[in-house]
């Protein structure tokens, strides 16, 4: 079984030195929230996930949820650990105090996020997705729908799902077939088949809330026509104890590749009682409200997968003797560990230097992410906003594809072991397999970030991104000096890049698309590159106060700019060679 | 269960079309091994893959080999699929007449290697590694045991193992343990435990053959004390019965992530008796004949499984309707195929135009390797020898490599239905992740690539190729034209990495360690470069005769020139950075 130690100290790190974000430290509700605390938390935090959810991963690959005779029963373990879980309080991190929450900001959940995703991400799943539902519900619902499920479900003893997909929908949601007929007290029943749905159906708690979409007899067909429904497993009574069973019943369970102790449901709806949340005909944005924040998450569950992948492989390289590095001292002709040989220490730093630029990156989206929902101001809400939609599909993107990466190229320092179930190093991989595909394909993303997020109805967001990091760059500090100007080629290769999209997107949709990929790439390279950057500036501005641990950072920041920035010139290569012999191909 | 078509039209193209290799025309045993012929085998091949090998995958990895009270059972279905592998000659394909075998040319035998292992790579492992065994054997054994064993061995009624690793030596050999001590009579008595053992035991045959590598009694330590030994399952009488059970016993199997229908052995040998093979202490040197040409036959397993997933992905793209594409003519709004949108169609080009330069430069390989091996001329024999040697390990890694690329972009066009169990597409890309790992990791090949191919005792073998591709370079051709001035770039940037790599190799190891995998990727992708212009020379030259076939080919390969081959520019740039960095990082 693979051992894991949450970064505690880079986490801190983070939040006691790059917590510089003017507009985020107006906002009034976590001027409380200072670094004692939140070092408390982590620490606490660190212990149940390395002694109480780490051994489930192991298990639950082991021992699948299975569905017997119409009830899903989780992995053994699961109960007593999940139990234990939301009696630490531990869904409520982030919610809100009006509902027993603990009001903690995206900047201290997103390091909880990173934690439990290293530790099961299986296990993870049956909280996160009540807690993107509470999301959803708090922002849209009616005060009479948040005062009856937001309790239950802040405190962990209901948990939430998202039913999106269908058998001939996920992409593409206009497609979906499930219909809510109204009823004359003014609720709906829900009718249709949903798949893939993550914890759809378990036993880990008392009810579940689904979040439905679904279409109103009298709605339009396509992306227009479709609602949002809120669809308990089990009705609530008006007092708010549990009635009768809903008409929601389980219809098989996946069996996966990974993750093989969440639930991944086709739940059948036959007429089962629904109330509509927010307005008719708008569901879709107020799902993508969910959606959205959900897809940080599971770039922060690559990221997760990636730190412990790492931090095995790295341990293992420690150990392991095999074969003579260039600068073998022993006379004897004895082995040397495998942590000697360059090529080694090249992967291992590869890693390090990914995973510790995506944190930085992933802080600083969580501090926009917070001025876009809680600050004062309407238009800094808009402007980050902004950027926390341009940097979503990135961040989502991005960082599963990097888990693939580093879970893979820790299998390969393993050798001939990491391919067995022994070590516990090929499930990383298998795990973190599925983040690249749900909460849209990263391809989706892709387009996403291309159509959508570049150019929005407030302006030229790429442009003002781009802007806002050149400012960044203090030219005058010899010690950044050569960070930055190895940033700058690829600043303006991601300029000329984006241009050459944004005149695509108008005339040559297809080479647009083609290229999309590679363009998110692009600027999720850049975009760690400057989370370096910010990084770099405290490691030289405070280094006497923690020399050996900034001259870690300051080398990893080398590696990457070094080795992983110059990934950039392939993809804009690659890309910018247009589509018309891809479009014009006939695959017989 | 994934469909499979073996792409017999594409391997007759280049047996056709493509084999105007000189040296290899002029060996005189295949002068008879014309077009019919092979049509004819692989048409036979075909039906044989698809109709009883391919189902074997998904059953293999649905009920793995298992050891019961010592005895390894193969799964369900194996044995009788087996024994009709047999019956049909397949295991004999390519080997010598003189012990039964059928003779044909690795022209031939590398496209059935390819077809298996689309179909199964678990059900393949079980007659590769006797015909690795057979190899050894019929070039370093004495004509006594040759003809005590091989013919029983090219029958598939007796299999074969290669014993390297032990627990604490895989990929470096000099550790070994295992101890032979010489008998009276000349026979060695052999102790030691090997690990995973490949077909190691298993109900399919009647006996197994081991060669294992030991270390005499006598014998210095390191690589230049160990001696190669056959150690049969069951003693061998001089009748050429089976006799008694030698002391050779299985400690347990792995469970792996894949190729679990495979059965990967821990095997004690306790005082078993063994033969010497090939003089005393050279013992590593005949391993090595049998593992390079099994490490490109490795090689073809990526290839193989790279075609399989292809071949589904584009079927699924076909069929799968999801989202508008830019160019939707639909009047209501209704999605269309996949295939239509930009971004698929650049993913299955992708897989469509490596997998068919691969299999290119796997062709032109399979002549090198038979003119190597079979060439009357010595000088013509070593040169081709050394082409071999170079490209070995790029094939090896380069294509293991990328059928985790195309396994996986597979997996993402299926969306979540790819992360499933039902499609089996999950399987293919687990099933090829060993490929990177076994028969020496694909770093440890690039090291040997880097410091023992490039340059060797005949001369700078790596200068000599690239003066052999620039030398066929026809820049008079008007339709070539543009092709090869996009891969001029490409050699003059492997021309001026090699120079760079050949200064470290003398003066700075650690850098050219450091760069030594994106050393091989370049050399690999203006490898399948220059591949695809001999595709390329043909395909305007016999245009007419076959315009659909010719047309999709050049398509293919602009494809390659315009997107894959622009990768070469990242590796070069981030691998040319040195290692004083990487080498000085203090890993905590």
């Known amino acids: 079984m693979p051992n894991y130690t949450a970064p505690v100290e880079d986490m801190m790190f983070l939040f006691d030195k790059l917590r510089n974000n003017k507009h985020y430290n107006e906002i009034e509700k976590y001027k409380e929230v200072n670094s004692e605390l939140v070092k408390n938390i982590l620490e606490e935090a660190a212990k149940i996930n390395q002694n109480l959810i780490l051994p489930l991963a192991k298990t639950g690959d082991e021992n699948p949820t299975v569905l017997e005779n119409g009830v899903v029963r989780t992995?053994?373990?699961?109960?007593?650990?999940?139990?234990?879980?939301?009696?630490?309080g531990w869904t409520s991190l982030s919610c809100?105090?009006?509902?027993?929450?603990?009001?903690?900001?995206?900047?201290?959940?997103?390091?909880?996020?990173?934690?439990?995703?290293?530790?099961?991400?299986?296990?993870?799943?049956?909280?996160?997705l009540t807690l993107g539902a509470y999301n959803c519900i708090h922002y849209h619902a009616t005060d009479e729908i948040k005062d009856k499920y937001l309790p239950k479900m802040v405190e962990g003893k209901w948990s939430g799902t998202m039913c999106l997909t269908e058998p001939v929908c996920g992409t593409d949601l206009g497609l979906l077939k499930t219909k809510a007929t109204e009823q004359p007290d003014?609720?709906?029943?829900?009718?249709?088949?949903?798949?893939?749905?993550?914890?759809?159906?378990?036993?880990?708690?008392?009810?579940i809330v689904h979040l439905v979409i679904a279409r109103a007899s009298d709605s339009p067909p396509g992306t227009k026509g479709i609602s949002l429904f809120l669809v308990p497993k089990f009705i609530v009574k008006d007092d708010g104890t549990i009635g009768s069973r809903n008409g929601v019943s389980t219809g098989s369970i996946e069996t996966k590749m990974g993750i093989k102790g969440s639930a991944t449901c086709v739940l059948n709806f036959d007429e089962a009682s629904g109330y509509m949340i927010g307005p008719k005909n708008k569901g879709l944005s107020q799902m993508f409200t969910m959606m959205n924040l959900e897809r940080i998450v599971v770039g922060i569950q690559g990221l997760g997968l990636s730190e412990i992948a790492y931090q095995n492989s790295l341990n293992y390289a420690k150990e392991r003797k095999q074969g003579k590095s260039n600068n073998n001292k022993s006379q004897n002709g004895g082995a040397d560990l495998i942590i000697e040989h360059a090529d080694i220490r090249k992967s291992l730093l590869n890693?390090?230097?990914?995973?510790?630029?995506?944190?930085?990156?992933?802080?600083?989206?969580?501090?926009?992410?917070?001025?876009?929902?809680?600050?004062?101001d309407p238009k800094i809400k808009e402007e980050a906003s902004d950027l926390v939609s341009l940097m979503t599909p990135v961040v989502k993107s991005l960082f599963s594809d990097m888990g693939m990466e580093i879970t893979s190229d820790a299998m390969q320092i393993y050798g001939g072991y990491g391919y067995?179930?022994?070590q516990g190093i090929e499930q990383l991989y298998r795990d973190n397999r599925i983040t690249p595909i749900y909460e849209g394909t990263n391809s989706v993303q892709a387009i996403d970030l291309v159509f959508r997020k570049l150019v929005n109805k407030n302006g030229d967001v790429i442009n003002n991104y781009i802007k806002m990091i050149k400012g960044d760059l203090n030219d005058n500090n010899d010690n950044l000096k050569p960070f930055i100007e190895k940033l700058?080629?690829?600043?303006?290769?991601?300029?000329?890049?984006?241009?050459?999209?944004?005149?695509?997107?108008?005339?040559?949709?297809?080479?647009?698309?083609?290229?999309s990929n590679d363009y998110l790439r692009v600027l999720g390279y850049v975009a760690i590159g400057y989370s370096w950057l910010k990084v770099l500036e405290v490691s030289y501005?405070?280094?006497?106060?923690?020399?050996?641990?900034?001259?870690?950072?300051?080398?990893?920041?080398n590696f990457f700019f070094n080795r992983v920035l110059p990934r950039v010139e392939s993809h804009y290569l690659s890309a910018t060679t247009g589509s018309k012999y891809i479009m014009d191909f006939k695959f017989n």
């Open 541 to 557: 501005e405070d280094y006497s106060n923690n020399k050996d641990f900034y001259e870690d950072k300051i080398q990893t920041a």
């Open 488 to 515: 700058k080629i690829y600043i303006e290769k991601l300029n000329i890049f984006s241009n050459w999209m944004k005149e695509k997107i108008k005339n040559s949709k297809d080479d647009a698309n083609a290229a």
């Open 186 to 207: 003014g609720t709906f029943k829900i009718t249709g088949q949903k798949i893939f749905i993550t914890s759809g159906d378990h036993d880990l708690t008392e009810n």
């Open 420 to 422: 067995t179930k022994d």
């Open 351 to 376: 890693m390090k230097s990914i995973i510790e630029g995506e944190r930085a990156l992933c802080f600083w989206l969580s501090q926009q992410t917070e001025v876009s929902l809680n600050h004062s």
């Open 96 to 128: 809100d105090p009006k509902y027993g929450g603990q009001g903690m900001p995206r900047t201290v959940s997103a390091f909880f996020d990173e934690m439990i995703s290293s530790s099961s991400l299986a296990f993870k799943l049956y909280s996160e």
């Open 75 to 88: 992995p053994p373990g699961y109960k007593e650990a999940y139990k234990k879980f939301i009696e630490g």
